[in-house]
């Protein structure tokens, strides 16, 4: 099966905002609204930061927010600070089997 | 404190077996639903399977790539889950995560991962 499709790198200054993209089809993103995205530093388990595509779990900062339009969410991190330098990536409920899917993940560097 | 710590990772020749055990705590396992989760070295996220809580009816599900040669149980009992690698291929190798939905339809606990490595 293939994962959802995002960019392999998105860049910022501290600061600034970026936005990363998960672009799926009409039977996982554009079907329902269990998106979720995660955060990973270098040689750590992934961390919950949105789900249910806008949804903050306890603890992660405002400065990360989600959307979705049609088969792409986004996630946005806003005033871009050093420790948000990591790679995120997006997961879906997908109907058949696995249930759930996950993109490729994006490398997110802070100049 | 809500906790998964998984154990049974190592080295092991290529067409050989293992399992890999992955301990909860501070939860009601028994209504768990259940996953497994790979990230071969410099790769990213892999969803394997899962296994739903016994009053869904406890069934599972895999991905294509390790369909028929993984399979996830659990013990309720001991607050268990277990993913039995077999066949095992040199792509196989990767940090094993188990992972839970525990508050949301997400993602929401991880363990820290335990490593297989599948070579000769």
């Known amino acids: 099966q293939s994962a959802l499709t995002q960019p392999a790198s998105v860049s910022g200054s501290p600061g600034q905002s970026i936005t990363i993209s998960c672009t799926g089809t009409s039977s996982d993103i554009g079907g329902y609204n269990y998106v979720s995205w995660y955060q990973q530093h270098p040689r750590k388990a992934p961390r919950l930061i949105i789900y249910?595509?806008?949804n903050r779990p306890s603890g992660v900062s405002n400065r990360f927010s989600g959307s979705k339009s049609d088969n792409t969410a986004s996630l946005t991190i806003s005033g871009l600070q050093a420790e948000d330098e990591a790679d995120y990536y997006c997961n879906s409920f997908r109907s058949g089997s696995t249930l759930w899917v996950f993109g490729g993940g994006t490398k997110v560097t802070v100049l | 404190e809500v906790q998964l710590v998984e154990s049974g990772g190592g080295l092991v020749n290529p067409g050989g077996s293992l399992r890999l055990s992955c301990a909860a705590s501070g939860f009601t396992f028994s209504n768990a639903f259940m996953s497994w989760v790979r990230q071969a070295p410099g790769k990213g996220l892999e969803c394997l399977g899962h296994i739903k809580r016994k009053s869904d009816g406890g069934t599972t599900d895999y991905a294509a790539p390790v369909k028929g040669r993984f399979t996830i149980s659990r013990d309720d009992s001991t607050n268990t889950v277990y993913l039995q690698l077999s066949r095992l291929k040199s792509e196989d190798t990767a940090v094993y995560y188990c992972?839970?939905?525990?508050?949301?339809?997400?993602?929401?606990?991880w363990g820290r991962g335990t490593m297989v490595t599948v070579s000769s």
């Open positions: 249910d595509v806008s």
């Open positions: 992972t839970t939905q525990w508050e949301v339809n997400a993602f929401d606990i």
